[in-house]
């Protein structure tokens, strides 16, 4: 089913700042090591800063923009989420949903239309909006 988006109907959203320092970790409280993304990744996030514990071995967080529009729902923490799409190897590939922007929580909550259902979006259409740093596609092995 096609999608059609009027494009000035768009609101400009205000981007909330990333973490200003590698996040404690939410399982095991050590600091994070601030890593990149290898160049070589397909999922969109090539060169991409993270954060990751070390010591758990947990993804926790990106470390830019992306997906970071200060009217998301607010995490755990009490500052607002980032935005982002499952990737094609996940259950359900392209499910929008958020997570804690400063990768100190482990909030996560779907994205639901107005009818309540959740939001799929596909998958050409997820690397479209993560070129233009609208979400954030979370398919990745960082290392």
């Not at 050590?30 to 990744?41: A, D, E, F, P, Q």
Request: proline letters at 7%; aromatic letters at 10%.
């Amino acid at each position: 089913m096609p999608i059609s988006i009027n494009l000035f109907s768009i609101k400009r959203v205000t981007l909330a700042s990333p973490p200003t320092q590698p996040p404690y970790c939410p399982c095991c409280s050590r600091v994070s090591k601030r890593l990149i993304t290898r160049s070589s990744n397909r999922n969109g996030n090539a060169g991409r800063p993270y954060s990751k514990c070390l010591h758990c071995d947990k993804f926790l967080v990106f470390d830019d923009y992306r997906g970071n529009d200060s009217t998301n729902p607010e995490c755990h923490c009490g500052y607002s989420s980032k935005r982002q799409v499952s990737g094609r190897s996940k259950p359900v590939a392209g499910r929008l949903h958020y997570v804690c922007r400063l990768g100190m929580c482990d909030f996560f909550s779907p994205g639901k239309d107005a009818k309540g259902i959740d939001v799929i979006i596909d998958m050409d259409l997820t690397e479209d909006l993560s070129r233009l740093s609208i979400i954030w596609y979370d398919s990745f092995i960082a290392s």
